[in-house]
Structures are given as structure tokens and as C-alpha cells.
């Protein structure tokens, strides 16, 4: 019997989302220190952070699915985002970006397909820099970062403290624009 080939799709990602992103989320809340909220959400919680992500402009939500069929229904696998990096004005040219992969999507390239459209995008918009904070250690999310053309700039020593014991957080920025590069 032959096997479907399962296609990954990446797409905006939309109020059809919001659970399942939500319990994707609330994985990393309760299991990782990659994310240092520490109580999981409710979808309702989590209504606020999916709305501030339009299907336009700057601050992007997309999600990743398995898609045997081609319709872009399918199980989602991962997403990325494009935040505000600080609410003060003078940073609107600054977003702060993020990956999360379902547990059982590592090594399928779903982080690297996230990354590949969300900075396509960013390059369209009046956007100068993007930065991510990496709880360390992830020599996983480092590689990703690295290869997209992020520097590490520095890291916070102990800047967070979840399942009793205190986590660095590496700091990496990629300038956007024609070269992507400095």
C-alpha cells in the first residue's frame, strides 16, 4: 500500500487556530522553560495575543499544517510570530519574532518553513530589525536563529526562574531590509 505524502502549508493563522495554538502553547508553559509564563492559558486568555496579530502589517501570526489534501486544514505542526518589540513609539521599526514547533514536528524543517515566509514578509514592511530571546540552553533554536542570519548580541544571566532554578536568555538580532545582513 502506498503511503499519502503529508505536505507542510504555511498560512496566517486565524481564529480557527486559537485552540489548538493555545494547547500547543501551554505545552512549552508546562513542560520547558523556553517560554516563561508559567500558569497554561485558557483559549479565551489567549484570545487577545491571536488578534494582535493581523493577517497584515508588521506583527504577523502564521501557522504551519499537515496538509495531505492541499486545503490548508490539516493538524498544525507549528507557528511564528512578528510582536511589537517595546510599546514605546520610537521602536515601531523593531519587531521581536518567536517559533514554536509541536513536540513531534522536530527535525521536519517545520521552524525553518515558519521562518522562510515570516521573513519574506518582513522584508516588505517598515521594519529595520528583528530580534528573538532564546532561553538557553536550545542548541536547536541557536542553529534556526543563526542560519537566518541572526547575530547573538548578548545574553541576560539568569533573567527568569521556572521549575526552581534560573534560566540565561541569549538575545539575537537580524537587520531587515534589502540585505538582511550587516
Same mark, same amino acid.
Given at each position: 500500500?502506498a503511503?499519502?505524502r503529508?505536505e507542510?502549508?504555511?498560512?496566517?493563522?486565524?481564529?480557527?487556530d486559537?485552540?489548538?495554538?493555545?494547547?500547543?502553547?501551554?505545552h512549552y508553559?508546562?513542560?520547558t522553560?523556553?517560554?516563561?509564563?508559567?500558569?497554561?492559558?485558557?483559549?479565551e486568555? =489567549?484570545?487577545?495575543w491571536?488578534?494582535?496579530h &493581523?493577517e497584515?502589517?508588521?506583527? @504577523? #501570526?502564521?501557522v504551519?499544517?499537515?496538509?495531505?489534501s492541499?486545503?490548508?486544514?490539516g493538524r498544525?505542526?507549528?507557528?511564528?510570530?512578528s510582536?511589537?518589540?517595546r510599546?514605546?513609539?520610537?521602536y515601531?521599526?523593531?519587531?521581536e519574532?518567536?517559533?514554536y514547533?509541536?513536540?513531534?514536528?522536530?527535525?521536519?524543517g517545520?521552524?525553518t518553513?515558519l521562518?522562510?515566509e515570516?521573513?519574506?514578509?518582513?522584508?516588505?514592511?517598515?521594519l529595520? =530589525?528583528a530580534?528573538?530571546g532564546?532561553?538557553l &540552553?536550545?542548541?536547536?533554536?541557536v @542553529? #534556526?536563529?543563526?542560519?537566518?542570519?541572526f547575530g547573538?548580541?548578548?545574553?541576560?544571566?539568569?533573567?527568569?526562574?521556572?521549575?526552581?532554578?534560573y534560566?540565561d536568555?541569549?538575545?539575537?538580532e537580524?537587520?531587515?531590509?534589502?540585505?538582511g545582513?550587516?
Amino acid at each position: 500500500m502506498a503511503s499519502r505524502r503529508t505536505e507542510v502549508q504555511v498560512r496566517p493563522g486565524g481564529e480557527q487556530d486559537l485552540h489548538e495554538l493555545t494547547d500547543l502553547y501551554n505545552h512549552y508553559v508546562r513542560e520547558t522553560p523556553i517560554t516563561f509564563d508559567t500558569e497554561p492559558f485558557t483559549a479565551e486568555q =489567549r484570545r487577545p495575543w491571536l488578534l494582535s496579530h &493581523p493577517e497584515d502589517g508588521p506583527h @504577523r #501570526l502564521l501557522v504551519a499544517v499537515e496538509d495531505s489534501s492541499g486545503s490548508g486544514g490539516g493538524r498544525i505542526l507549528g507557528y511564528a510570530t512578528s510582536s511589537p518589540f517595546r510599546p514605546k513609539a520610537a521602536y515601531a521599526t523593531s519587531a521581536e519574532v518567536t517559533v514554536y514547533c509541536a513536540p513531534d514536528a522536530g527535525g521536519r524543517g517545520v521552524g525553518t518553513r515558519l521562518y522562510t515566509e515570516l521573513f519574506r514578509i518582513l522584508e516588505t514592511q517598515d521594519l529595520r =530589525r528583528a530580534y528573538a530571546g532564546v532561553t538557553l &540552553p536550545n542548541a536547536a533554536s541557536v @542553529r #534556526l536563529h543563526e542560519r537566518f542570519g541572526f547575530g547573538r548580541v548578548g545574553t541576560f544571566h539568569e533573567a527568569g526562574r521556572k521549575f526552581g532554578r534560573y534560566w540565561d536568555v541569549a538575545w539575537f538580532e537580524r537587520r531587515l531590509g534589502s540585505s538582511g545582513t550587516e
